[in-house]
Antibody, heavy 115, light 109 residues
């Protein structure tokens, strides 16, 4: 069975850090670009970051550049999002999705930034 | 970063046909933007319906199709079903960067 599972979300103080993990099973992440997207409460989807198949190419939305880092470990079939200097406006459900012929989404991980 | 535009809302009758579009603020959407389409129902994670303009997945209902239409990406639903009521998002690639459209709320009524 194909599954994508995100974890690592939670409540964090403004200025704090969190590391999200995304683990795939039933298929290999290694052949695909993987994207992190987020959805604030009641809002649409927003692209956050993407990385290519071997992790050498990384790109970020302007609002998270310098604060978030995407990485991957193909041996562990995993992609990560290290988030630092978190702000209230980063509060959202964070999803990872494999692109192209894969097209699999996780169920999301809620990140709440609040004092 | 680029602004990707979609109709905020559309309504289709059961059994009817509707086309959702995906525009780009400063030019035409082309196959080079590799348009994707996602469906999201309330309380659920999104799921991918279309990739690279026209390609479907094994789980994509046959009544959905993707295309380019008049300089925009397009998702056409032919023979709408009540279960197709959802939010639909397009997604364009700009090299390594990506952008989601604002989403279309589709009502089947």
């Amino acid at each position: 069975e194909v599954q994508v599972v995100e974890s690592g979300g939670g409540l964090v103080l403004p200025g704090g850090s969190l590391r999200l993990s995304c683990v795939a099973s039933g298929f290999s992440f290694s052949g695909y670009w993987v994207t992190w997207a987020r959805q604030a409460p009641g809002k649409g989807l927003e692209w956050v970051a993407s990385t290519n198949e071997d992790g050498r190419v990384k790109q970020y939305v302007d609002s998270v550049k310098g604060r978030f880092t995407i990485s991957r470990d193909n041996a562990m079939n995993s992609v990560f999002l290290q988030m630092s200097s978190l702000r209230a406006e980063d509060t959202a459900v964070y999803y990872c999705v494999s692109e192209y012929k894969s097209g699999h989404w996780g169920q999301g991980s809620l990140v709440t930034v609040s004092s | 970063q680029a602004v990707v535009t979609q109709e905020p809302s559309l309504t289709v009758s059961p059994g009817g046909t509707v086309t959702l579009t995906c525009g780009f603020s400063t030019g035409a959407v082309t196959s080079g933007h590799n348009p994707y389409w996602f469906q999201q129902k309330p309380g659920q994670a999104p799921r991918t319906l279309i990739y690279d303009t026209t390609n479907k997945y094994s789980w994509t209902p046959a009544r959905f199709s993707g295309s380019l239409l008049g300089g925009k990406g397009a998702l056409t639903l032919t023979g709408a079903q009540p279960e197709d009521e959802a939010d639909y998002y397009c997604f364009l690639l700009f090299g390594a960067a990506r952008v989601f459209g604002g989403g279309t709320k589709l009502t089947v009524l």
